[in-house]
């Protein structure tokens, strides 16, 4: 199934750098597909009063051009449900002039109110002018039990405003969670004022979240965060979200581009940067870096 919705940005939308937030991205795929299971069969009104839940398990994201308010943008979702009853949504947001700017592949699961998995019609969702695309886990491996890995942990609680009208957690909040790991790392290991300083931020290029488990809201959480590696222009960052008790709820790997201020152009890993985390990147690494960043 090939469909397209189309949405406008909104000021509120903005992020602190003045560009579309990568959760607005995925507020707007959400809607498209809502609108999907509508259209086969199962409108938001017939769920809910059925007491049936949609819950996301894994994106793979790639942020491609910059929006800013008023941008109309269409979204582009290519449908299917495999034999297990994963539902894989290919999703292309463009702007009118199909210049590509996010790409959101992820997949869901429709449960009843017996947890079953629901599967759709064949003759519903199938599409002859499109080939069924299914998305493979990357290799997502739980932070290993090393006691040389340091990596910055934060205790957050999930308010019951994070709560969707499933009564669970949506996609897009486990994305804030991530999202506010990423702020606080960056406040508590390099220090806001220090990008100023060092006339270097980094932008979000894209990257993976697998949910294994959602937590309940008003419950804490624990988030962990560490660097996975550096590589010239770039590094990869890694967040595990736990309870108390280690058990693994959530985890995620996203790619972080080094960017002037001044130029906003890509630039070399600051030395200085990997001063300020050697701590917390993962052992073998922090000595390959400096001395690739000093060749």
């Known amino acids: 199934m090939l469909t397209t919705k189309t949405i406008t940005t909104q000021v509120y939308d903005l992020d602190w750098n003045r560009h579309v937030t990568s959760r607005t991205y995925e507020r707007f795929s959400y809607a498209a597909r809502m609108e999907i299971l509508a259209s086969v069969g199962y409108p938001m009104k017939k769920m809910l009063a059925e007491g049936m839940k949609w819950i996301p398990q894994l994106y793979q994201i790639r942020f491609l051009s910059q929006q800013f308010q ?6 582009k979702t290519k449908f299917h449900q495999d034999s297990n009853g994963i539902c894989h949504f290919i ?16 997949t869901a699961i429709l449960v009843d109110k017996n ?8 003759s519903q969702t199938k599409d002859e002018s499109t080939q069924p695309e299914f998305l493979q886990k990357e290799n997502l491996e739980i932070r290993p039990n090393d006691p040389s890995i340091h990596p910055l ?9 994070d709560m969707n009208c499933f009564w669970n957690l949506s996609g897009e909040a486990i994305w804030k969670f991530f999202e506010e790991g990423r702020f606080l790392f960056f406040q508590k290991v390099v220090d806001l004022e220090f990008i100023q300083k060092i006339d270097t931020t980094t932008f ?27 590589e010239k222009i770039r590094f ?9 008790n280690g058990k693994l709820y959530a985890r995620m790997k996203d ?22 985390t050697k ?6 690494e922090d000595l390959a870096l400096e001395q690739e960043v000093t060749s």
């Open 115 to 122: 947890k079953k998995i629901l599967f759709f019609s064949e």
């Open 204 to 230: 979000f290029m894209g990257g993976e979240i697998e949910i294994l488990e959602l937590p309940e809201p008003g419950t804490k959480i624990q988030l962990s965060s560490w660097i996975d590696s550096v």
């Open 236 to 244: 990869y960052f890694r967040q595990d979200i736990t309870d108390g």
């Open 70 to 75: 008023d941008a109309n943008l269409d979204v």
């Open 279 to 284: 701590a917390f990147i993962r052992p073998n």
């Open 91 to 106: 999703q292309m947001i463009q702007d009118l002039n199909q210049k590509p700017v996010c790409e959101i592949k992820s």
């Open 153 to 161: 942990t934060e205790d957050i609680y999930i308010p019951f405003s």
């Open 255 to 276: 790619e972080q581009l080094f960017v002037g201020l001044s130029t906003s152009r890509p630039k070399r890993a600051p030395a200085e940067f990997i001063e300020k």
